[in-house]
């Protein structure tokens, strides 16, 4: 049999797109031509690979068998059709897109913006903010970083913990908690904020208390770490926040932290992005930096 690569290469953006339409933007081809490369593909397989649902076109059980060794097959092909280049910083003109909460867009942002630009000053970063829904961008490989507590269940999705924090609680110098460290009923009766991109008024903090008979008193949630801060800055109110990336904001608030009164698991930061990108020397040399400013959080 005759083995076409560039039926090969539309099978890989069919299977990550999931749509014909933006299959045959990704390779600059037009839609009835990725539409015969899908008949061909279904010939070949003798498997629909995608199927339509209402609006949308869903993968096939055989095509989501295959796609991560679909792309693992592309990559290889087109490491050999075009070996890696010596980057050369200088010259690179290239615009990454990060996806991240504003504490990390706070604490990070500044130590990567100039540390990129002292080295490759042709290269534009976009720090964009977290929707309160997910969104395929990043599966698509549309965005070049995303942070978050966790990594998505997706096959074609690579990620690393960059950074482990601990959570602290965020008062007004005038609080009563700032000078004398609450007790768990106390903190439970506190009046807290609570940081949730989705408005959710529940999180594991609450099953802790509740297994000691408690429950906190959560009068608002803000999707930003900002504006629970500023809420916090009033006097009444507390917010638990992650310490060294909400450190800047709570000296630039004139807050205080306090331990919480129970044990909690370290905050984990994990940086997810596209296997596309996992040997691109660009996006490993951004990496690379994220890294670096990092670490710096934690320093003294």
């Not at 003798?46 to 792309?71: F, K, N």
């Not at 130590?111 to 976009?126: Q, S, Y």
């Not at 208390?209 to 949630?221: F, I, K, N, P």
């Not at 596209?274 to 490993?284: C, P, T």
């Given at each position: 049999?005759?083995?076409?690569?560039?039926?090969?290469?539309?099978?890989?953006?069919?299977?990550?797109?999931?749509?014909?339409?933006?299959?045959?933007?990704?390779?600059?081809?037009?839609?009835?031509?990725?539409?015969?490369?899908?008949?061909?593909?279904?010939?070949?397989?003798?498997?629909?690979?995608?199927?339509?649902?209402?609006?949308?076109?869903?993968?096939?059980?055989?095509?989501?068998?295959?796609?991560?060794?679909?792309?693992?097959?592309?990559e290889q092909a087109e490491s050999v059709l075009a070996?890696?280049?010596?980057?050369?910083?200088?010259?690179?003109?290239?615009?990454?897109?990060?996806?991240?909460?504003?504490?990390?867009?706070?604490?990070?942002?500044?130590?990567?913006?100039?540390?990129?630009?002292?080295?490759?000053?042709?290269?534009?970063?976009?720090?964009?903010?977290?929707?309160?829904?997910?969104?395929?961008?990043?599966?698509?490989?549309?965005?070049?970083?995303?942070?978050?507590?966790?990594?998505?269940?997706?096959?074609?999705?690579?990620?690393?913990?960059?950074?482990?924090?601990?959570?602290?609680?965020?008062?007004?110098?005038?609080?009563?908690?700032?000078?004398?460290?609450?007790?768990?009923?106390?903190?439970?009766?506190?009046?807290?904020?609570?940081?949730?991109?989705?408005?959710?008024?529940?999180?594991?903090m609450d099953d802790v208390l509740s297994e000691h008979?408690?429950?906190?008193?959560?009068?608002?949630?803000?999707?930003?770490?900002?504006?629970?801060?500023?809420?916090?800055?009033?006097?009444?109110?507390?917010?638990?926040?992650?310490?060294?990336?909400?450190?800047?904001?709570?000296?630039?608030?004139?807050?205080?932290?306090?331990?919480?009164?129970?044990?909690?698991?370290?905050?984990?930061?994990?940086?997810?992005?596209?296997?596309?990108?996992?040997?691109?020397?660009?996006?490993?040399?951004?990496?690379?930096?994220?890294?670096?400013?990092?670490?710096?959080l934690g320093r003294p």
């Amino acid at each position: 049999m005759h083995l076409d690569l560039n039926l090969l290469t539309a099978l890989d953006a069919l299977l990550e797109e999931a749509s014909v339409g933006a299959a045959a933007d990704r390779l600059h081809l037009s839609s009835p031509a990725m539409s015969r490369a899908l008949g061909r593909i279904r010939r070949v397989t003798g498997d629909q690979i995608l199927v339509r649902t209402g609006r949308t076109m869903t993968p096939t059980p055989y095509a989501l068998a295959i796609r991560a060794q679909v792309h693992d097959l592309v990559e290889q092909a087109e490491s050999v059709l075009a070996p890696e280049r010596e980057l050369n910083l200088a010259a690179l003109d290239r615009v990454f897109t990060l996806i991240c909460h504003d504490a990390i867009t706070t604490a990070l942002g500044p130590r990567l913006i100039a540390a990129v630009h002292r080295e490759a000053p042709n290269v534009r970063l976009r720090l964009l903010a977290e929707s309160s829904v997910d969104t395929p961008e990043l599966r698509r490989g549309q965005v070049d970083l995303e942070f978050g507590s966790a990594a998505p269940d997706s096959p074609e999705i690579r990620s690393e913990t960059f950074f482990e924090d601990r959570l602290v609680l965020a008062v007004a110098p005038t609080h009563p908690f700032a000078s004398r460290k609450p007790t768990m009923r106390r903190y439970a009766d506190a009046s807290h904020v609570r940081i949730t991109r989705r408005g959710r008024l529940h999180d594991p903090m609450d099953d802790v208390l509740s297994e000691h008979g408690l429950e906190r008193q959560v009068v608002a949630t803000t999707p930003t770490s900002t504006a629970a801060l500023s809420v916090v800055r009033l006097g009444k109110f507390v917010t638990a926040v992650p310490e060294n990336m909400c450190a800047g904001m709570i000296e630039a608030l004139g807050l205080v932290t306090v331990p919480l009164p129970m044990p909690t698991p370290p905050v984990p930061l994990v940086g997810c992005w596209h296997q596309r990108y996992e040997n691109d020397k660009a996006h490993r040399w951004l990496r690379d930096h994220v890294h670096s400013a990092l670490q710096e959080l934690g320093r003294p």
